[in-house]
């Protein structure tokens, strides 16, 4: 088994460049099955998870090739047939063939999909934006069948606002007939990078990134080029990384206003940072303020940097408090900071964190990719080595991490262990 082993304590220093945004890049690459003809996708990232994706382009007979940090690929000889679950289950996102499949060809066939043990994600939000477009799903051992004879624009209210249920009715909707209106819209940066993408293609979307978006059908989409957004996790990864051992450690290709809550709550804490039009500088301090935090969809603090800002929050003076409203199961990486000296309690989905606590090196697990990452920056600040097993969800979402973190003065490898 590949273990991550991480001496701790070192001072991180230097630049580190944020790669291309997963989740918006995990939603792009099914999204070029939309185009009639070859669609270029700038900086996506290396990681596990677009490359699961394209194996299932290149599976449907997409011709998808690899240039440095982009994607080209050519839709034309693209056949609508079954994923297989094994495809299909490695990832959340496989779910974004659902509705780029129904919406070019009326007809899918697929699987419940996989992603990180977080809670239960049902997925009845984006099968209520395909029935209220005209769909009709059968549902039998896990699998989805999907037929449309037409798809018609429609009045969609979300009964929370889903990234995946937006997007994958925002992309069955740019197809259909007349017009779709999604209320209840999520915001996420990752969805107006979406609607971008369909819109150079000719798509009609407008309102993305706000609480409603309107959508006019279109009877074809042509090839195009975009370019994938910053990530936002990563980012904030790296700039909680640099507010625990950091010595003007520069987070460079950033979208500051994508981490805006991320850092009004680090200026609350007391972090040292400069915030330029790109880029960030941020310091240690060796005395931070307890803070409050609870997750939400954006412009909230994000849910995916609730785990990553625990390690943080262990580092403070007093109590902080963390709510976890959106998923019900993201506190795996608990158990595992508090053998590493964390002293954190929870009740229903807050945890409290009395701090400060050293953290000492461990073995101990990447139950799920943000717990990892988690992990990953408990063992930058503990003292000794930390030994994370389980290593792969880590790789699914953070490109290089090995690479970057060893740059920026890190002592991280990753070593073959029974
Ligand atoms: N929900 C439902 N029904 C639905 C859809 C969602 O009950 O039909 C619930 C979910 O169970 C969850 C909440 O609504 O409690 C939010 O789910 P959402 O649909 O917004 O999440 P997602 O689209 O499945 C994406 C990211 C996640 C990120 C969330 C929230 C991708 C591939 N995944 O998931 O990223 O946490 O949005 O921002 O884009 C990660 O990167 O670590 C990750 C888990």
Known sequence: MKVLKINGGKTLSGTVRISGSKNASVALIPAAILADDEVTICNVPEITDTDALTEILKYLGADVKRASESILIDPKPIVNKEIPEEMSNKLRASYYFMAVLLAKFKHVEMYFPG??????????????????????????????????????????????????????????????????????????????????????????????????????????????????????????????????????????????????????????????????????????????????????????????????????????????????????NRFKNVPYLNSMGANISQKQDTIMIKGKTKLHGKTVEATDLRAGACLVLAGLVADGTTTIRNIGPVLRGYENIIEKLNEIGADVKIVEEE
């Open 115 to 328: 992603g990180c043990a977080i809670g239960a994600r049902p997925i009845d939000q984006t099968l209520k934006g395909f029935e209220a477009l005209g769909a009709k799903i059968k549902e039998e051992n896990n699998k989805y069948t999907i037929d449309a004879d037409e798809l018609t624009g429609s009045h969609v209210y979300l009964d929370m606002p889903s990234v995946g249920a937006t997007i994958n009715t925002m992309l069955v909707a740019v197809k259909a007939k007349g017009e779709t209106i999604i209320e209840n819209a999520a915001k996420e940066p990752e969805i107006v990078n979406v609607a971008t993408f369909l819109n150079n293609m000719g798509a009609k979307i407008t309102g993305a990134g706000t609480s409603e978006i309107r959508i006019k059908g279109v009877e074809s989409l042509k090839g195009c080029y975009t370019e994938v957004i910053p990530d936002r996790i990563e980012s904030g990864t790296y700039i909680i990384a640099g507010a625990l051992m950091g010595n003007y450690l520069k987070i460079d290709n950033i979208i500051p206003e994508h981490v805006e809550t991320l850092i009004l709550k680090l200026k609350e804490m007391g972090v040292d940072m400069e915030v330029g039009a790109d880029y960030i500088y941020v310091s240690k301090k060796d005395r931070m303020k307890p803070v409050h935090i609870k997750t939400l969809g954006y412009p909230g603090f994000p849910t995916d940097l609730q785990q990553p800002i625990t390690t943080l929050l262990t580092q403070c003076d007093g109590e902080s408090v963390l709510q976890e409203t959106v998923y019900e």
